[in-house]
């Protein structure tokens, strides 16, 4: 314990580092991932296919390979880009394939009817989507979004594997000075721990603030 | 109803196909030639010769083993469970055709099992456990392995949770860089500079030492390092001399500077604390730099990229901590 409290100003930097990766990667995750659920809930076919391609293929490779993969494999293509926003690009991409999946379920869940009714009363699509169907879409997303965050927060867990000297990197170099195993790690998943529960808190204050009172 | 979802079908099919095919085509573009090759030699040749160093190790009479009670249970077991790794090039690497573990570290590991069993297959004198930083000290307190060959520097603060034995080898720092690259000749002009190196190596805490405005990245391993600095991340990557000259030597587009090694590293091997282990240890690894056997491993693994003579042999107990 002695040897986290001296060195708490280096591991909160890392705290840092691992909640900015989790931010940029969430709301990154939220705009594509709306994009794509617009896509692929959308009447325009070659767009749906885009969308349901983007899904498969990122839903469905590990983030260490995506990782490795823009790391070390773009830069032989010509295009380095630094370390910090590789990792937030990467986690922002696998995300955002989750979060679309999330968000078409929380759309598919409103009845058809009112959209059928949206339509017969004028709307065109997006204005269907925007005044009728995501305002009710989105009760039933929010829990889903909450695993997408907590899921980035802990996939940011990665990045040191790659070189980002957020928590998990920064716990590994204290216990290679220090040889105290145990204690660094458990540190670190309490920290997570926290986060996520506060990730989870807001989600339900959220879903409470949007539930139908009877 | 039917029409509708066979094309939905045909559809997931083609695209399940199509990320296939792309994951295929990716990895096949990979660039074989910063990849560190597989050393050992494939050739059969190589390796009988490597077996034959293992098997020519002296053996322990039974009046020694029976004194040691960790020693008399692995002869008992048959085998010595070793904790390490099997993708480290020079120490400890998997022969990708035969199978078995070849290197400086591994060597010693089986000389050692062949010094308590008396065993001459190779292959089946350890089993190997993957250990990395974060779990050698723990795998060696609850006993999973029964000795670590890791590279595993000595130093005081390890020693108050595992035995070392040794030290084994003084290993040293050296420097890697860009072919080409001049700006950089020691250690004191790594500062400011962007510097790569191993996340579970004592050299990042070298560098933090030696040039504190160094700006540090940890990889997980040598081949993300040496890419690093191949494409422009890194300015430099800092490890052991060994294992910087094994890579140099399979890339053209890097190479080491520096001079001599610029930190001294002792490599030791863990050991349980209670098990009493290290005085048996001890005498096995005095009585390989003695008869020449530590010296021939030497050759046939680190000494095929350090050039010059094989250093005599450090020390044991010459270091804090061992």
Redesign the interface.
């Known amino acids: 314990m002695h040897l986290i409290v001296t060195h708490l100003g280096f591991l909160m930097q890392g705290v840092l580092f691992t909640l900015g990766l989790t931010v940029i990667g969430f709301v990154g995750a939220l705009v594509l991932g709306t994009v794509l659920a617009v896509c692929r809930v959308g009447p325009i076919t070659p767009l749906r296919v885009i969308g349901s391609a983007y899904v498969e293929f990122f839903r469905n490779i590990p983030l260490l390979s995506l990782l490795v993969l823009f790391i070390f494999g773009l830069p032989d293509a010509g295009v380095t880009i630094p370390l910090f926003a590789s990792a937030a690009i990467c986690l922002a991409l696998s995300a955002s394939a989750f979060a679309c999946e999330a968000m078409r379920g929380g759309i598919n869940s409103v009845s058809v009817g009112q959209a059928e009714a949206a339509r017969a009363i004028g709307f065109s699509f997006l204005e269907v989507l925007r005044f009728v169907v995501l305002p009710q879409a989105f009760r039933a997303m929010v829990q889903p979004l909450v695993n997408v965050f907590i899921g980035v927060l802990l996939s940011s867990a990665l990045a040191a594997a790659v070189g980002v000297a957020e928590l998990t990197n920064r716990t590994q170099q204290l216990n290679l000075k220090y040889a105290e195993a145990v204690v660094c790690f458990l540190f670190a998943g309490a920290v997570y721990l926290v986060i996520a529960l506060a990730g989870g808190t807001v989600g339900s204050r959220l879903e409470r603030w949007l539930a139908i009172k009877r | 109803m039917s029409l509708l979802s066979s094309v939905r079908r045909r ?2 099919a083609a ?2 196909g ?2 296939a095919a ?2 295929v085509a ?1 990895s096949a573009c ?2 074989s030639a910063s990849a560190p090759s597989i050393d050992g030699g494939g050739a059969s040749g190589h390796l009988s010769a490597y077996n034959k160093i293992i098997t020519a190790g002296p053996v322990a009479s039974d009046s020694e083993i029976n004194a040691n009670p960790w020693a008399k249970k692995i002869k008992q077991q048959g085998y010595l469970r070793v904790g390490g790794t099997d993708s480290g090039p020079l120490f400890s690497l998997r022969d990708l055709n035969s199978g078995e573990l070849t290197g400086f570290d591994a060597g010693l590991s089986q000389m050692l099992a062949h010094y308590i069993t008396g065993k001459t297959d190779v292959k089946a004198l350890t089993k190997l456990t993957i250990t990395s ?3 050698r ?2 795998m060696l307190q609850n006993n999973t392995v029964d000795a670590v060959f890791a590279t595993y520097s000595i ?1 005081p ?2 020693a ?2 595992v035995d070392f034995a040794g030290p084994y080898y003084q290993s040293g720092d050296s420097i890697m860089v860009k072919k080409g690259n001049t700006s950089i000749k020691s250690v004191k002009d790594l500062n400011g500079k962007t510097v ?1 190196t191993e ?4 050299a ?2 070298a560098v933090h030492q030696l040039a504190p405005k160094a700006h540090v ?4 391993d040598d081949a ?1 390092c040496v ?2 600095v191949q ?3 890194a300015d430099a990557y800092v490890l052991d001399q060994g294992i910087l000259l094994g890579d140099a030597q399979n890339n053209p587009a890097v190479q080491v500077v520096g001079g001599n090694p610029f930190t001294v590293d002792p490599y030791g091997i863990g050991l349980n604390k209670q098990s009493g282990a290290k005085p048996f240890v001890n005498a096995f690894l005095k009585k390989i730099f003695a008869s020449g056997d530590w010296a021939k491993l030497y050759k046939a693994t680190i000494g095929t990229v350090v050039k010059g003579e094989v250093p005599n042999p450090p020390k044991i107990g010459s270091v804090p901590g061992s």
Request: proline share 0%; charged share 20%.
């Open positions: 559809r997931t695209v399940a199509l990320s792309a994951l990716l990979s660039s930083v974060d779990t000290e723990t130093t603060e390890r108050q949770k790569a996340s579970n190596s004592t990042a805490l990245l940890l990889f997980k993300q890419a690093a494409q422009g991340r």
